[in-house]
């Protein structure tokens, strides 16, 4: 399986997929859509959304197998959070 390459710097890759999902995403978007994931090709505009993203980026991938993706999750900030979030009092 061939190694895909990144042709574009983070900072370009995340500006190109959040203008992609605000211009022609967000406005086709659902309350029942909230929590699944959206992977975006930047370079096509071609987009895929499930509630696996393994299968919206191998969905994506199927249909543009040399796409430069960008992930997104419909109603957050961000794909997964890492840490301890608000930690708990035991009483």
């Not at 190109?16 to 930047?42: F, T």
């Not at 994506?60 to 419909?74: G, N």
Request: avoid cysteine; charge should be positive.
């Amino acid at each position: 399986m061939p190694v895909r390459q990144r042709r574009y710097p983070k900072e370009e890759l995340a500006q190109r997929g959040n203008a992609i999902y605000e211009r022609e995403i967000r406005p086709r978007v659902e309350a029942a859509d909230h929590g699944k994931y959206v992977a975006i090709d930047i370079e096509t505009g071609q987009w895929e959304m499930d509630a696996s993203e393994t299968a919206a980026s191998d969905r994506l991938r199927q249909r543009a197998p040399d796409a430069q993706t960008w992930m997104m999750r419909i109603g957050y900030s961000y794909i997964r959070r890492f840490g301890a979030g608000r930690a708990r009092r035991s009483l």
